[in-house]
């Protein structure tokens, strides 16, 4: 069973960058695809963005389309969530998620396993 574990986060000003990466274990993620979401203080927990492991297809939602980019490192089997140009928006716990498939799903029930979250926080 693939175990997720999360490192990055923390607190910057607006228009800094943030990286988050997402470490695998317990198998390989190549026939996976690994998925962001973030949720805010009284909202729904939302797709961000996701990769396709097998060819590196991604997707993102419009709100961080051009500031946000994703990439994977086959032999860490780590993938990572680099954050610039971030905005107050942006704050929230950020989640990464994986799934068997070769499609960038944006549904949170399509994604079986989940790292711990990470909080990001963006200072006006």
């Known amino acids: 069973q693939v175990q997720l574990v999360q490192s990055g986060g923390g607190l910057v000003q607006a228009g800094g960058s943030l990286r988050l990466s997402c470490a695998a274990s317990g198998g390989t993620l190549g026939t996976y695809t690994v998925g962001w979401f973030r949720q805010a203080p009284g909202k729904e927990r939302e797709f961000v963005s996701a990769?396709?492991?097998?060819?590196?297809?991604?997707a993102f939602i419009d709100s961080v389309q051009g500031r946000f980019t994703m990439s994977r490192d086959n032999t860490k089997n780590t993938v990572d969530l680099q954050m610039n140009s971030l905005k107050p928006e942006d704050t929230a716990i950020y989640y990464c998620?994986?799934?068997?498939?070769?499609?960038?799903?944006?549904?949170?029930?399509?994604?079986?396993?989940w790292g711990q979250g990470t909080q990001v926080t963006v200072s006006e």
């Open positions: 998620a994986a799934r068997r498939g070769y499609d960038t799903k944006t549904e949170l029930a399509q994604y079986y396993y």
């Open positions: 990769i396709t492991w097998f060819d590196g297809k991604t």
